[in-house]
Structure formats: structure tokens, C-alpha cells
Nanobody, 114 residues
Framework: QVQLVESGGGLVQAGGSLRLSCAAS??????MGWFRQAPGKEREFVAE??????YYPDSVKGRFTISRDNAKNTVYLQMNSLKPEDTAVYYC???????????WGQGTQVTVSS
């Protein structure tokens, strides 16, 4: 059974850093990524790792880095220079193809104070 479990969220001051982790079980995935959703807003793409390729939107490019440890079947999101607008629930996602996701974690809250 596939499960994705996020951890590492919390409260941090603006300019600080957090590292999110997502442990996957049940199978290996070629594509893993991160999304976020603030209250009342649409879910937003944050980062993707597909094979040797990574993708980021302009809103986080240069500040966030996605990485993975295939031996542990774990994906990470290193978040630096955090801003209050980064506040959201962050969700880990996994799939079999680039930009295609079929599984989602329950989310971890990230709150950035000014």
C-alpha cells in the first residue's frame, strides 16, 4: 500500500530555513514533488524531481531545493530565505511520469512569521 508521510513543518521567522521530508512506502516513484496550499487558495506547484531533472516555479526558484534519497525512498524540500507568503500546508506527491501525480501525503504546516 502506497503511503506518503511528510514531516519537518513548523513555525519559522522570515529569512529562516526549514527542511521538509517525505517518506514513501509501498513502491518506488520516478517522479516526486511538492505542492502547497494556503487557506482559501488553490493548490500551488512548488518543486518536482523527475529522474535527474528538477523543476521549480519562479516563486521559489533560488530559494527552495528538492532532493531525494532513492535508497530511503525519501524526498526532501530544503527551504531557505523563507517569506511570510510561503506560509501554507505543504504536500508531498508521487507519480510515475514527469508532471503526473497519483499519490498525495496528508500535508505538513509551514508558518513563516514576519
Amino acid at each position: 500500500q502506497v503511503q506518503l508521510v511528510e514531516s519537518g513543518g513548523g513555525l519559522v521567522q522570515a529569512g529562516g530555513s526549514l527542511r521538509l521530508s517525505c517518506a514513501a512506502s509501498g513502491r518506488l516513484f520516478s517522479t516526486m514533488g511538492w505542492f502547497r496550499q494556503a487557506p482559501g487558495k488553490e493548490r500551488e506547484f512548488v518543486a518536482e524531481s523527475s529522474g535527474s531533472n528538477t523543476y521549480y516555479p519562479d516563486s521559489v526558484k533560488g530559494r527552495f531545493t528538492i532532493s531525494r534519497d532513492n535508497a530511503k525512498n525519501t524526498v526532501y524540500l530544503q527551504m531557505n530565505s523563507l517569506k511570510p507568503e510561503d506560509t501554507a500546508v505543504y504536500y508531498c506527491a508521487a507519480g510515475s511520469s514527469t508532471h503526473i501525480y497519483g499519490y498525495w501525503g496528508q500535508g505538513t504546516q509551514v508558518t513563516v512569521s514576519s
